[in-house]
């Protein structure tokens, strides 16, 4: 009895644990693990990830949204006069 009480424990304790130690970063976008608000690893291949529990957070950021707003911005800046932009 006392050993399937350590066994449920330890599962209850894994089941707890493992989803916030692991993170998947898919193919579209970069994963950031920010640990206190200072970034500590930057993840731009996919797959599955690890950090530590409770302490690392996770920031996903888009890279499809990120170029367009790039080109976007390039664009709207290639059609303003150059008077305008002070060159």
């Known amino acids: 009895m006392r050993y399937l009480l350590l ?11 493992v989803p916030q130690a692991l993170f998947t ?3 579209t ?3 950031v693990v920010t640990r206190f608000g200072q970034i500590q690893t930057i993840y731009s291949a ?3 990830k690890s950090k530590t529990p409770f302490v690392d957070q996770v ?9 367009l707003e ?14 305008e932009l002070g060159t």
């Open 59 to 67: 920031q996903k950021f888009d890279i499809e949204s990120q170029i």
């Open 7 to 17: 066994l449920a424990a330890l599962v209850v304790g894994a089941m707890v644990i």
């Open 25 to 27: 970063v898919s193919e």
């Open 70 to 83: 790039n080109f976007c911005y390039v664009f709207v800046m290639s059609l303003r006069p150059a008077a």
């Open 46 to 48: 996919p797959g599955l």
């Open 29 to 31: 976008e970069y994963g």
